[in-house]
């Protein structure tokens, strides 16, 4: 159990698991989100402002869109009265700049930034498999040990400085996003001349092209007609772009990141806020 008192900002679809997680793990937790308090997890108070997370919180973990948004929350953080906080563990997906950034704005008034996203849906959130890979100072990566325990089971260091955790977890959602995008333009071509989708995945499960699309999404989501992830398409949209974005800066290939952007921001811009499963049905045209 700990005593410390931990803060949360963003209580969207991964927020309020992860923030139930912490509660769970004996944390107290203060816990805001600017649409107020309606998933602010049992067990934790929820506060009105990131100024008052800052007033009780030493460590203060964000689950926030996308890294316009870190770095607002980051900024309210910094300019809150009588702030505790020390250390601000992101996991939002970000990007590899807007973390480097935010970690840099933080740095000037002495608090440490871990780059901790995360990956393996709000399911494996609740089953604490997520897996939080993340990057920052062996001081600020030990001093936020016992938070990251929180969150999940699943933990994996894998750099020194922030953005190199982004990285992997763009390289991972690009990864995602082809292979669900490209299991659906095969299933619908499956079903065309006539197979069955049930037996379809059946044999790609046990074949080279299974993926987390044919193993998980599919037969959770897609065959069952749940379409209930709790991840969304602009979210995904986002993620590949940034991916895009970053190869870019670093002068890779960027073919199959192209179509992937492409298809993925296709299916946002025609159902924004979708779940990002329903790619299938939107593929497919039916
Ligand atoms: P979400 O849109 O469901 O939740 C975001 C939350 O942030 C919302 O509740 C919103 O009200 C809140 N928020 C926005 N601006 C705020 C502000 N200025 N101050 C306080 N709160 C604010 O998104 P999500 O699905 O929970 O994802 C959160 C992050 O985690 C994203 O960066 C996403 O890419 C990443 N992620 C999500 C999943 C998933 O399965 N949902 C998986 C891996 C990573």
């Known amino acids: 159990m700990s005593e410390q008192t931990v803060g949360f900002v ?6 309020a698991v992860l923030a139930a997680n912490l509660v769970h793990a004996g944390h107290p937790l203060v816990s ?23 007033r009780r919180a030493e460590v203060v ?22 702030s505790r906080v020390r250390y601000v563990v992101d996991t939002s ?45 062996d001081e600020a990566c030990s001093r936020v040990e016992g938070v990251l325990a929180g969150l999940s089971d699943r933990r994996r260091r894998v750099g020194e400085r922030p953005g190199m955790a982004q990285a ?25 001349v006539g197979l069955d989708m049930a037996t379809m995945l059946d044999v790609l499960n046990g074949s080279s092209g299974r993926s987390a699309a044919t193993d998980d999404k599919f037969p959770r989501h897609v065959l069952t007609g749940r379409y209930a ?26 073919s199959v990141g ?17 779940d990002f499963t329903r790619i299938f049905p939107f593929t497919a045209g039916s």
């Open 10 to 15: 963003g209580l969207g679809n991964m927020g």
């Open 32 to 54: 805001h989100d600017a649409l107020g308090p309606a998933r602010s997890p049992e067990g934790s108070v929820y506060v009105p402002s990131v100024a008052e997370v800052a």
């Open 168 to 192: 992997l977890k763009l390289a991972n959602n690009f990864l995602a996003a082809t292979a669900l995008a490209a299991t659906s333009e095969a299933v619908a071509f499956g079903l065309s």
């Open 61 to 82: 973990v964000l689950s926030l869109p996308d890294g316009t948004v870190s770095e607002k929350v980051a900024r309210e953080l910094l300019a809150a009265d009588e």
């Open 93 to 137: 997906t970000v990007g590899v700049p807007a973390a480097r950034s935010i970690a840099d704005l933080l740095a000037e008034e002495g608090i440490g930034h871990v780059d901790a996203p995360v990956s393996g849906g709000v399911a494996g959130a609740r089953a604490r498999t997520l897996t939080v890979m993340y990057a920052g100072t």
């Open 229 to 254: 992830a709790g991840f969304t398409n602009s979210l995904m949209a986002k993620d590949v772009r940034l991916y895009l974005d970053a190869i870019v800066d670093q002068g890779g290939p960027v």
């Open 258 to 274: 192209q179509v992937a952007a492409a298809v993925w921001e296709d299916f946002a811009a025609a159902e924004p806020g979708a």
